[in-house]
């Protein structure tokens, strides 16, 4: 029997017009895409505030854990990358926050150059467990 597959679009044209799915559940696993402190047109929001940047982006998980019926509770797996690693682990709280009263993810911190906007210091995908 084939896994159950669902691809969700949190902002269907700009995902496709770069070729990619905000999230897809493949049997009881939901795969985040990586997700950016951006707005509905891929703006970045608040450039140059990390901790604006970490609340906008797990406001974004939340909304996508959501739509499949999962919270963070469920998240098994996380890849934080960062463009300033001192500013995210100042705004860690931010991302804590949002595990209060669950178990912690694996979770993989990464500083690199770059993210695909300029203006964007961190970029997070998780991996959900349905029934977690």
Do not use: C, W
């Not at 963070?72 to 991302?95: C, H, P, S, W």
């Amino acid at each position: 029997m084939a896994a159950r597959r669902e691809t969700f679009h949190l902002r269907p044209e700009g995902e496709k017009a770069f070729g990619y799915a905000q999230a897809v559940r493949a049997g009881e696993m939901v795969h985040i895409s990586g997700v950016l402190a951006v707005d509905d047109a891929f703006a970045t929001v608040a450039p140059g505030d990390m901790t604006a940047q970490v609340r906008a982006v797990y406001e974004t998980l939340e909304t996508v854990l959501s739509r499949f019926g999962l919270g963070f509770a469920d998240v098994v797996k996380e890849t934080i990358f960062v463009t300033d690693m001192d500013a995210f682990l100042a705004a860690n709280g931010e991302r804590l926050e949002r595990y209060r009263g669950a178990d912690l993810p694996a979770a993989t911190a990464v500083q690199v150059s770059r993210l695909a906007f300029a203006d964007n210091m961190i970029e997070v995908e998780a991996v959900a467990l349905i029934g977690a």
